[in-house]
């Protein structure tokens, strides 16, 4: 993950676009000298998030941080907070990048912002509409959100759903931010027969198991200094993963 600070538009906008981009492009260098494969740029910074779109302001300064990631070289995905799905598609075409991930791709729910409803639809026809190679990784009962409203399915059910959608990839999470993925929700998911991607909880520790069972895993908090997702990546948090991952030690 490359946690961009807060952007314009937001509460906690600093005023300073240059050190948003000088901030993220460090981030992501250690990322990658520390062993990640790809990086999902996110405005993380911007919370409390708007529901469903951000303002163009946002919109242009993501595409410009995104941009000083894209000039790395490493396969890019964005995410939008929250649920503007629709923004970070238009950000992933103009900085070549190759997915993103979509909250409330298919089913709603209730998200700390409110009310997420389904996307499925209009984003992929305004993908077939710009021509563009853009994978969505759809989040399947996602973190931070309730889900009473789709208690009847199961993370299996939802995959499911997602895939008969056109998502290209499903996104398995704990409750929150840093909580742990259940490996049983992983292998659930897999039945739906996508990639599937652990999104949260994913530290040296339980790396190893995750290996095998998933297509990728998206690392954030734990490879923040201190593991606080506010702060600057570690390199040494990241080569721990990236062993762990690959089986051996730091």
């Known amino acids: 993950m490359v946690h961009l600070l807060p952007l314009p538009g937001s509460s906690r906008w600093g005023g300073d676009l240059a050190a948003v981009r000088a901030a993220a492009r460090r981030d992501a260098e250690i990322l990658l000298d520390g062993g990640c494969d790809a990086l999902l740029v996110e405005n993380m910074g911007d919370v409390p998030y708007l529901k469903g779109g951000v303002p163009p302001e946002t919109v242009a300064a993501f595409a410009v941080a995104a941009e000083e990631v894209a000039s790395l070289g490493a ?3 964005v995410q939008v907070l929250a649920a503007a799905n629709r923004e970070a598609l238009g950000v992933a075409v103009a900085v070549g990048a190759s997915f993103v991930r979509v909250e409330g791709f298919a089913y ?3 998200a700390d912002e409110g009310w997420i409803d389904a996307s499925a639809g209009p984003l992929a026809r305004a993908r077939a509409a710009l021509g563009a190679d853009v994978r969505f990784w759809a989040d399947a009962k996602k973190k931070h959100a309730a889900h009473a409203v789709t208690g009847d399915l199961d993370v299996a059910a ?3 759903g997602a895939a008969f959608c056109g998502a290209d990839a499903v996104v398995v999470t704990g409750g929150e931010t840093g909580a742990p993925t259940a490996l049983a929700d992983v292998r659930a998911a897999a039945a739906a027969g996508l990639p599937v991607v652990v999104g949260s909880g994913v530290t040296a520790a339980n790396a190893g198991a ?5 297509a990728a895993v998206v690392v954030g908090t734990a490879l923040k200094e201190g593991a606080d997702w506010r702060a600057p990546v570690a390199l040494d948090r990241v080569r721990a993963v990236r062993a762990a991952l690959d089986g051996g030690a730091a």
């Open 108 to 110: 709603a729910h209730v």
């Open 75 to 77: 396969p890019l995905g």
């Open 210 to 214: 995750f290996a095998t069972e998933c």
């Open 158 to 160: 939802v995959a499911r």
